[in-house]
Each structure stands twice: as C-alpha cells, then as structure tokens.
C-alpha cells in the first residue's frame, strides 16, 4: 500500500474541488471518489498516478509513517525468531530436565537413597 502526505504536496486549496465534472475535465481514471481526499491538484495528480497503476493509496501522518513499513514488520518478525524463540526452547527444556530429575527420585526408592548417600 502506498502512503501519501498531505503536507508533500503543498497548502490546502480553497478553490479545489473533486468532482465527476473535474474528473472528466483533468482526464483522470477512475472514480472521483477516490481523489476526496485529496487537498489540492499535485495531490490529485499523485493519487492518479497510483490509481492507474492499480496500487490502493492511504493518506497517513508524517510521525507514524515508519510504522507502516515492511522493514518493521521484519524486524519484530526476526526478534521473535532470534531471540524470544531460542528463549522460550531453553526454558522449556531446563524446566522438562529438573521435573525429569523429580519424577525419577520419587519413583525408585533406591534412587532416592543414592541421592541422600
């Protein structure tokens, strides 16, 4: 999905209104109720160049742009992975080996008295 900013394309224009009537005069594809959103004619005109394209356009705030990146999404991915997987395995093992070493002192007696010798 692309990721558009309202403030790359300059100020909001009071004049600007999409409409079917616009919509036919600038050439665009598509629906006019795609370009609502848009502000002024450079966003329009970038909205349209994704539409022909057949990519879905989302118009996002500049401080939470890099949320929405695939690199992110990576990156928690390989964390879990890397760390908190090998983690999770380790402490699985250590708490199965210690009920393991329980287990087996309370079924032989003589294990338990090894133990205690």
């Known amino acids: 999905m692309i990721c558009l900013f309202h403030g790359d394309y300059g ?3 009071p004049a600007f209104a999409v409409s079917a009537a616009s919509a036919a005069v600038h050439g665009w594809a ?7 959103d848009a502000r002024n004619i450079g966003e329009a005109e970038a909205i349209q160049r994704y539409v ?8 996002c ?5 890099w949320v929405d990146q695939d690199a ?4 928690y991915l390989s964390a879990m992975v890397l ?8 402490k699985i ?8 070493d329980r287990d087996a002192s309370r079924r032989s007696p003589e294990a338990a008295s090894g133990l205690r010798s």
């Open 83 to 90: 760390v908190v997987l090998p983690y999770l395995i380790i």
């Open 93 to 100: 093992k250590t708490l199965r080996r210690g009920l393991g």
């Open 30 to 36: 598509g629906d006019a109720s795609l370009l609502k």
């Open 11 to 13: 100020p909001p224009d």
């Open 52 to 59: 022909v394209k057949g990519e879905p356009v989302s118009w």
């Open 72 to 75: 992110i999404g990576w990156f």
């Open 61 to 65: 705030h500049q401080g939470y742009s």
